[in-house]
């Protein structure tokens, strides 16, 4: 077990390098904080928590470490709900985690791409063909997810629209 370990930080690391690859552009930096489109205080490439005060502005190297810890946190949650993915499976669905919370991969209940990968990740034995049809689904999933909660109604965001495409566009690279 400990020779896996190495193997999975490297994994890891490749997933968040894409994943922060897609949430850059997507995100922009903000240095001073303001409230996001669903009026969520939020500072740098989109850090969002108690931490993030309004008025402030935020240093580079303030905003670079959110970006590394936030984004290390979302691909860690989706590696723990879905283990063995391919990186660019990974980094797509991380980006989805960092941006909008686990819930599109981790809440089976809630989500139809969560379900597929965890029918990937519980397949005990690779069948190229099959992991192909079950993560292309996982992957067209994804262009659901641009709503955002805006005075209690579902509204699409053209932003959102736009990433998600991005994020599916890298998921479907890293097929079998």
């Not at 999975?8 to 903000?30: C, D, K, W």
């Not at 993030?52 to 810890?69: D, P």
């Not at 005990?124 to 805006?150: G, M, S, V």
């Amino acid at each position: 077990m400990a020779d896996q370990a190495p193997k999975r930080a490297g994994r890891l690391a490749l997933a968040a390098a894409l994943a922060t690859a897609l949430a850059v552009p997507a995100e922009g930096l903000r240095q001073v904080a303001y409230r996001d489109p669903p009026g969520v205080l939020t500072a740098c490439y989109g850090h969002t928590g108690k931490d993030v005060q309004a008025g402030v502005v935020y240093s580079l190297e303030q905003c670079s470490k959110w970006l590394t810890n936030d984004m290390g946190a979302a691909i860690s949650a989706v590696d723990r709900c879905a283990p063995g993915l391919p990186e660019p499976v990974l980094a797509a669905f991380g980006d989805a985690v960092f941006n909008m919370g686990p819930t599109i991969a981790c809440d089976t209940k809630n989500s139809t791409a969560a379900r597929y990968l965890q029918q990937y990740s519980a397949t005990t034995y690779r069948d190229a063909k099959a992991d192909a049809l079950i993560l292309t689904a996982a992957c067209n999933q994804l262009p659901r997810w641009d709503n955002a909660r805006i005075a209690g109604v579902l509204v699409r965001l053209p932003g959102l629209t736009k990433r998600r495409a991005a994020e599916r566009d890298v998921c479907l690279k890293g097929l079998p």
